[in-house]
Nanobody
Framework: QVQLVESGGGLVQAGGSLRLSCAASGRTFSSKSMGWFRQAPGKEREFVAAITWSGGMTYHADSVKGRFTISRDKAKNTVYLFMNSLKPEDTAAYYC??????????????????WGQGTQVRVSS
């Protein structure tokens, strides 16, 4: 199995920046892609970004494109989400996830086998 631990969430003013980290451990060799999702109270879990572990190919949701950037440090087994120009609507619990697949369905939560516990991001106006 794969264990994922997110960190870096917090409270930030609109227009500010945060960096989220997701440290992976365990059977990480089984993970072919990593994703970030977010979920606000009363809303569905929403795809944010994904990255292929080996090649570093990235995908970003339209809602965050140009503001958020997903990346990974293979040596540290860590995935990052750099969030810039934050908006109040970015407020949510952010989860990282690991998938054994590289797929066109990268935006679907069902693609991902392992999930972190989440880290809260709140953006004030």
């Amino acid at each position: 199995q794969v264990q994922l631990v997110e960190s870096g969430g917090g409270l930030v003013q609109a227009g500010g920046s945060l960096r989220l980290s997701c440290a992976a451990s365990g059977r990480t060799f089984s993970s072919k892609s990593m994703g970030w999702f977010r979920q606000a109270p009363g809303k569905e879990r929403e795809f944010v970004a994904a990255i292929t572990w080996s090649g570093g190919m990235t995908y970003h949701a339209d809602s965050v494109k140009g503001r958020f950037t997903i990346s990974r440090d293979k040596a540290k087994n860590t995935v990052y989400l750099f969030m810039n120009s934050l908006k109040p609507e970015d407020t949510a619990a952010y989860y990282c996830a690991a998938s054994p697949y590289v797929s066109n369905w990268f935006m679907k939560p069902d693609l991902y086998e392992y999930w972190g516990q989440g880290t809260q991001v709140r953006v004030s106006s």
